[in-house]
Structure formats: C-alpha cells, structure tokens
C-alpha cells in the first residue's frame, strides 16, 4: 500500500511560541497555586505556571477536593497493610479511608482525562503521586507508593503522558515528557480529521525517527503492522499502534540511539557533501557522542544541509522539529 503523502499530520510549522495549537494537559490544582492543600496551601510551580503555560492550556484538577474533603482537611497517607492492601486513610484517624472514593473518583473523570495530551501530576502526594511516594508499614515509611489517583489514572490510560513536576526539572525526562505530548497531540489530529490507513501510514513515517531514537526494533515491528493495515483493521491496528508508541517513548532516548538517527539522517546526504561538510558533521556526532556538545548542534548542522538540498522523508520527518525550538529543550548537555 503507498502512502498518501497528502494525508499529512498538523504542519510543525505551527509550533511556535505566538503560534501554538490548543494542546490540552491536566495538572495537580496546586501546582498552579490554588489553594486546594490539606492545609490551605499550595505549591505554586513557576516552571509550569511561567513557562509552560505559553504552549499548553492547563486543566486543574484536585481529586481529594473532588471527593469532598475540603479545605482544611485531615492529612492522608498510604498505609500497606497485613494482607498487602494498599489504603490511602487519615494519618491521625485510620479510620477515615477515602481508597475507593479516589478510585471512583479517577474512573469517573474517565472522559476527561481521554481529551488530554497529558498530565503533570504533584510529587510525593498520596492522592496525586506517581512515584516513591510515602507507604507505611508499621508506621515505617518507605519510597514506593503510588498515588491512589495516580495509579488509577495510569492504569486507566496508559498511553497518557504523565509526569511529576519534581522529574520536569530533569533535562532529559522533561524533553521527553513534552515530546510525547506532542505526538500525542498529533495523534489526537489525525484521529479528529478522519483516520484513514493513509493517514496512519503518513503519521508513521512521520515519527519514525523519533521511535527509532528509542528503541529500533520497535520503529520496525511498527512499521509493519502499519503497512498491513486495510479499512476493515484499521480501528484495532490504530489502538495498537497508538498504545505501543506511547509506551515506546517512555524510554529517555540514550545518546547511543540519537547518534545511530543522526547517522541514518547523515546517510540521506552523502551525494550531496563534500569530504569537509562529511568530515564536520562526523566530528560534531562524536561531539555530542561524548557529551561536549548538546544534541541541537548537530541537528541544527543537519538542518542547514537539508535546506541546501531537501529531502521529502526528512522535511516530514518530527525528529529535528518535534516542538517549538523556543522551548530549547534540546540545548542542555
Ligand atoms: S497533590 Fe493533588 S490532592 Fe493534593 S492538593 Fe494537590 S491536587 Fe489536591
């Protein structure tokens, strides 16, 4: 089957900071400064509410006020208990056990979290945690809890990107958290004009360096499924495939698999550089290879051959412009 190459996804020329689409995420209430915390508080992040809030909309969302505890409220943790149960109860009155309403809770903001490209979510917050958060056994606290929200959330959708405000502050998973929005957000385009085996096929050439840059195998195990979609398959094959990418990109991609991209884009020109332009982009890839150079410099190099000598694969191709470059999310070592 060929791919119809007018079927495209949204133009990445559309990412920029005047110019950006309505790309929805949920985020913690408090995270934006509401006071939504047990204790009237809130943890305000400048990160978010500054920078990030000129790409996305937010949708705040806090679900121990949803299920009615109010402000102030009585703190909650995670207890384990003898059984293995994990319960999420008052930690001056164990009694008060509020697990099934946040699991309720979650489920019922079912058709609401499917309208979002993403989550960030508040650390170490028995409701809202991803990860490490306080579980108790016999009072002793140790880093391996979930939020109870959290955890339904994920198990619910997880093709979602979530994210923790404490690991945006990581170079490397906040570049990837905002990639997977971006493809998911893509993704949410083609499905809203009308998926057609044309537009799935276009929307994997498109995206198939980035998958690459995570894991090869799986670029090409996708790309078959893909190429054996017909109109009859097309709805399970798009579920798989947008699942299996989703999951796929979690990985942080490792600079020994953004060298092999850069390489196979590098191959895309080899009739049209000389020995010096060949001999300059080797020596920028072993740059970056050894950590003294961040990975815009040899795209941008990249970037400048293509405009001299244009590639149709290339110029579609998400890899070198995944999102706004304002975001300069590729300029940290
Ligand atoms: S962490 Fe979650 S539950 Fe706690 S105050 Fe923030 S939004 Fe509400």
Request: aromatic share 8%; net charge positive; with cysteine.
């Amino acid at each position: 089957m060929s791919v119809d190459n007018s079927a495209t996804t949204p133009s990445r020329d559309r990412y920029t900071k005047t110019f950006t689409p309505n790309i929805k995420l949920g985020v913690s209430s408090c995270l934006l400064g509401e006071h939504v915390r047990y204790d009237g508080g809130h943890k305000h992040n400048a990160y978010i509410v500054g920078t990030l809030s000129d790409y996305f909309t937010f949708e705040s969302f806090c679900p121990e006020m949803a299920i009615g505890l109010g402000v102030p409220r009585p703190a909650i943790h995670l207890v384990k208990q003898s059984n293995d149960d994990i319960r999420c109860v008052g930690v001056k009155d164990s009694r008060i056990d509020v697990t099934e309403q946040l699991v309720e809770c979650t489920d019922s903001q079912k058709s609401w979290h499917e309208s979002l490209c993403g989550y960030i979510l508040k650390k170490d917050s028995p409701s809202c945690g991803m990860e490490r958060v306080k579980l108790y056994t016999n009072n002793q606290p140790r880093r391996e809890g979930v939020g109870i929200y959290a955890g339904q959330l994920i198990k619910n959708l997880p093709y979602l990107p979530v994210e923790e405000e404490g690991r945006l502050g990581d170079a490397r998973l906040r570049e990837n958290f905002i990639q997977r929005v971006y493809v998911l957000y893509r993704w949410k385009s083609c499905v809203s004009q009308g998926l057609t085996p044309s537009i799935l096929m276009n929307f994997h050439s498109q995206h198939k360096l980035i998958i690459m840059s995570r894991d090869q195998n799986k670029a090409r195990t996708l790309g078959h499924l893909v190429a054996q979609v017909t109109k009859d398959s097309l709805d399970n094959v798009a579920n798989q495939y947008i699942n299996e990418l989703m999951i796929t990109l979690k990985q942080v991609a490792s600079v020994g698999n953004h060298v092999n991209v850069l390489q196979h884009i590098q191959g895309y020109l080899k009739r049209q550089l000389d020995a010096a332009d060949k001999a300059e982009l080797c020596e920028t890839l072993e740059q970056y290879r050894f950590g003294n150079l961040p990975l815009i410099v040899p795209i941008t190099l990249l970037k400048h051959h293509f405009r001299k000598a244009p590639n149709e694969f290339i110029n579609s191709s998400y890899y070198m412009n995944p999102y706004p470059a304002e975001m300069k999310l590729l300029n940290s070592l």
